[in-house]
């Protein structure tokens, strides 16, 4: 794994632990030599995400719609920017730049970028990690809400075994780099969606 795409808010919430958890998750990447991927803001957590692999001298593509680089929160001081026409060239090109990728704290731009990545892994277009920071259980309610899908056998136990979760950075990046390609996509490739 060479790098990982992170979703997350563009606002700081109202959590210092997310704004810190945000930071140190760029400067582990950093630390080992993983490139960030996110969306190009300077803003709220993903400015933060950012500002950790910076100072920790790693390597950070951000991916912005033109549009919102219009509104002056694009952060100028990245390894490279990338400007798209929308979001949903945004969202290839995180993808396509990507080796795995991690939700943070978020509002509804992250859970969107979140589902659909999930999505696209469900239905085969990639096989690439995807994973929660559930940091101070932020998370624990969507957690909740896909068991629940499960247990009304609206959701497949196997998709839903696609979302990895931990409340420790160190410990969801090592689920990411262990997961081997493959282990979702054999299981899932025997059955019908």
């Not at 109202?14 to 300077?42: T, W």
């Not at 609206?154 to 990895?164: D, G, M, S, T, W």
Request: aromatic content about 6%.
């Amino acid at each position: 794994m060479k790098s990982i795409a992170v979703f997350c808010g563009s606002s700081p919430g109202n959590d210092s632990r997310y704004l810190e958890e945000a930071f140190s998750l760029g400067q582990i990447m950093a630390q080992q030599g993983l490139r960030l991927v996110y969306g190009g803001a300077r803003v709220g957590l993903m400015g933060e995400v950012a500002r950790g692999a910076l100072e920790a001298g790693g390597e950070v593509v951000g991916v912005i719609p033109e549009f919102l680089k219009k509104k002056e929160v694009v952060h100028t001081g990245l390894t490279r920017l990338i400007t798209t026409k929308n979001m949903h060239e945004r969202k290839l090109i995180l993808n396509e730049e990507s080796d795995g990728f991690i939700a943070l704290p978020g509002g509804f731009g992250t859970l969107e970028e979140l589902f659909e990545i999930i999505t696209w892994a469900q239905l085969g277009l990639h096989n690439k990690p995807v994973g929660i920071l559930n940091s101070g259980g932020y998370y624990d309610h969507l957690i909740a809400l896909l068991d629940h899908m499960v247990s009304k056998e609206l959701l497949q136990r196997k998709f839903r075994e696609l979302l990895l979760e931990h409340e420790n950075i160190n410990e969801l990046v090592k689920q990411l780099q262990t997961r081997k390609p493959g282990d979702f996509r054999q299981r899932i490739a025997k059955d019908q969606l």
